[in-house]
């Protein structure tokens, strides 16, 4: 990876997204963030924490949350969050594809709207399996390419014009279910529903949310081995 590729400074997105995000908060996410984070327990990595709407959400059963999130201005609103939060968490500079920790070391891993924005989902991928423990889960929450062959060409055409240089990297058309599977989770509880905040995100609108497992006993693959093939 590149030193700029490593840079992920979105500015103007981040803002607007701090505020956006507060305003789907009120609009249903908040259960969806809920029902995500439900149950969860021990030591737990969210990539990707942006300005750290979950850590309302953690369940006291779990004893601590790495949040790893690269933006600045979200990453400086997550510590307020993170001192806010019903349970231990610590925020931390980093990327999803260079995850700063060690193998097996989690029990759990969140992704929430994040894989839409990672530069490569399937090294992001790679890196929760190697760092969440066999048989730990990943908890999802996606927008994702629409099952609608209409929608899913809107989708592909707004990535190619403009989406991801207005929204931070994000792209509207992943196959986040098949891209998760293809890392090697095997995909536990998984539910598809639209969520439309607001009309100017109907490309987003598709969502996934469930849990993914690293099959216990399954070696994770390496990075730089898996770069190689
Ligand atoms: C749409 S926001 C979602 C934030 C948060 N996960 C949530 O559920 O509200 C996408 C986040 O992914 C972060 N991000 C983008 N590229 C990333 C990468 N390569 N590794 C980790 N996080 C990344 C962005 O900085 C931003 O905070």
Redesign the pocket.
């Known amino acids: 990876m590149t030193e700029r590729d490593r840079r992920?400074h979105?500015p103007i997105f981040a803002r607007l997204?701090a505020r956006m995000?507060l305003a789907a908060l009120a609009k249903g996410q908040a259960d969806h963030r809920r029902e995500l984070l439900t149950g969860l327990a021990g030591r737990v990595i969210e990539?990707?924490?942006?300005?750290g709407?979950?850590f309302a959400f953690y369940p006291i059963s779990v004893t601590e949350v790495v949040a790893?999130?690269?933006?600045p201005y979200?990453r400086s609103l997550a510590l307020d969050a993170a001192r806010a939060a019903p349970v231990p968490v610590v925020v931390t500079d980093g990327?999803?594809?260079e995850l700063p920790a060690r193998d097996s070391y989690f029990d759990a891993g969140v992704a929430?709207?994040?894989l839409c924005?990672?530069?490569c989902p399937a090294d992001?991928l790679s890196e929760l399996l190697r760092v969440i423990r066999p048989g730990g889960e990943l908890r999802f929450y996606e927008h994702v390419r629409a099952d609608s062959a209409r929608l899913a060409t809107l989708q592909r055409m707004v990535d190619g014009l403009f989406w991801p240089r207005i929204a931070?990297?994000?792209h509207t058309s992943r196959d986040t279910r098949a891209n998760l599977q293809n890392a090697g989770f095997k995909v536990e509880i998984h539910r598809g529903f639209p969520f439309r905040p607001c009309f100017l995100l109907a490309p987003v609108s598709p969502h996934i949310l469930g849990v993914a497992r690293r099959p216990a006993g399954s070696p994770a693959i390496d990075t730089d081995l898996r770069r190689t093939l």
Request: with cysteine; aromatic share 4%; proline share 3%.
């Open positions: 992920a979105h997204f995000s990539v990707g924490a942006g300005n709407l979950n790893v999130e690269p933006e979200l990327l999803a594809e929430s709207l994040v924005s990672v530069r992001a931070g990297g994000c």
